[in-house]
Each structure stands twice: as structure tokens, then as C-alpha cells.
């Protein structure tokens, strides 16, 4: 008996491909978002420990909150581990490093989504700096009053503030954004990557109690103008986002 050799036509393997480019053009989105999802919570996991850290320093820094950084006068040893200012083992410690005995991970200061590498120093020589990345910032209004500067060497006392579960202290930052200090209109780093709207639309946040949570970033910060903002400190239970100002006593986040 002679065989009869079957073989796919050239419109079957047409059909077939069509329907793989569908399936993909449909999974391929589903599957990058699924990965953005595990960044965020790996991002928000990393601030959950720093809340953990944060909640030890306080504790035994008879509730003072750490301050931004040391002086730039200061002279060490120690020095930082992190790649800011001029780098590992010359700059003055910053508070990541203050929170680095109680956290025991450098390595969960870098956010996943965080690719923007170590910062020039000086600022636009190009050299960059050595040290671990560092993605996270402290909220600057922690260091000011409406009447000017606030908290020279700490972040305050948590005593004074009325309503710390709902006032952010640590924000996602840029490791390359020489940003140790953020604020509402600085959601975009210099070099034009988003911040605080890089985890699917929003950030990760820990509050002043320590505890950490993911919001959703407001429309309204595109519109901030980028640097003298706010303009006058005294108006600023005006803004809309008392969540940012550790002096206000009203105990509602408004995202």
C-alpha cells in the first residue's frame, strides 16, 4: 500500500501564527503588569522593614525621628555606605545609614524599580559615585515650621506630632537624584523619570508611626511648580495634602 504524506498548508501556518500574535498581544500586557505588581510589593516590603528599623532608632532615640543627614562640615569616621554626595567612605552618614544597625540589609534601600544608577558628584561632572544604591528619601517638611527652618540635627520629636499614622516620613526617591529630602512637586527626578507614580501609578509610603502603605499618586502634583514650592509654608493647610505637613493637626490623608 503506498503512504500518504499529510503536511500543514501554507494558510494553516497563517491562521496558526495570527492566532500566536493574538494570544501574545493579549498575555504580553498581562504578564508585564503582573511583574510591575511584584515590584511594587517588593518595594513596599522594603518599606515595611524600614518602618521596622525606623520604629528601633525611635525607640531607643528617646522618640526623636533621624535626621536627613549629617552636616556637610562633618568629618568622620564613619562615612556613608550609600552612593550619594561623594560616595562610600568619604560622605557624612545619612539616615539610612543611621537606621543600618537596627535593618541589617543595605541591600533593601534600592527600590527594584529604581535603575537610574549612583549620582554624579559633583552634581552634572559626570564622575559617578561609589556606594549602594539609595531610593529612598525623608519628607522635608519634617525639617521645617511655617515659620522657617525646623529640626537642625533630627527629624523631630514624634511626641509633638498629633497624628503620625497619617504623616509621610519616607518617600520613594532616585538613587541618582541627589534627593534626600522630598516633596509633592519633586515626583519627577531631573532626569525626567518618574517617582512617585512609577508602581503602577502610584508610590510606597512609611508613615511616622513606621507603619508602610501604597498610594496612588494625585494628578494635582503635575501641576506643582518644581522648585520655590510652596511659595508661603503658612497657607499650606490650604493645599489639599496635609499628609505631607507634620505640623497640621488634621488626622485625614487626602490622596
Not at 202 to 220: E, I, L, Q
Request: proline share 7%.
Amino acid at each position: 500500500m503506498q503512504s500518504v504524506r499529510r503536511a500543514f498548508t501554507l494558510i494553516e501556518l497563517l491562521v496558526v501564527i495570527a492566532i500566536i500574535a493574538i494570544l501574545a498581544a493579549i498575555l504580553f500586557p498581562v504578564f508585564a503588569q503582573a511583574k510591575e505588581s511584584a515590584k511594587k510589593t517588593q518595594c513596599l516590603s522594603n518599606g515595611k522593614q524600614t518602618g521596622t528599623g525606623l520604629y528601633l532608632y525611635v525607640s531607643d532615640s528617646d522618640d526623636m525621628l533621624p535626621m536627613a543627614n549629617y552636616p556637610s562640615t562633618y568629618v568622620g569616621p564613619p562615612f556613608t555606605v550609600f552612593a550619594w554626595h561623594a560616595g562610600e567612605g568619604k560622605a557624612e552618614l545619612n539616615w539610612a545609614d543611621l537606621l543600618l544597625p537596627y535593618t541589617k540589609n543595605v541591600d533593601m534601600f534600592k527600590c527594584p524599580d529604581d535603575n537610574s544608577g549612583a549620582a554624579d558628584w559633583p552634581k552634572g561632572s559626570g564622575v559617578k559615585v561609589t556606594g549602594k544604591p539609595l531610593s529612598y528619601a525623608l519628607n522635608q517638611f519634617f525639617f521645617k515650621k511655617p515659620t522657617g527652618n525646623f529640626f537642625s540635627l533630627t527629624g523631630g520629636d514624634m511626641g509633638s506630632i498629633t497624628t503620625p499614622s497619617s504623616k509621610v516620613f519616607i518617600i520613594e526617591s532616585q538613587s541618582n537624584s541627589h534627593y534626600e529630602l522630598m516633596a509633592p512637586n519633586r515626583w519627577k527626578a531631573p532626569d525626567g523619570h518618574s517617582i512617585l507614580d512609577r508602581h503602577l501609578g502610584g508610590s510606597n509610603y512609611v508613615f511616622a508611626d513606621t507603619h508602610a502603605r501604597y498610594r496612588k499618586m494625585p494628578a494635582s502634583y503635575k501641576s506643582l511648580p518644581t522648585s520655590g514650592w510652596p511659595a508661603d509654608i503658612n497657607t499650606v493647610d490650604t493645599l489639599n495634602m496635609p499628609q505631607w505637613f507634620p505640623w497640621l493637626d488634621n488626622g485625614d490623608e487626602k490622596w
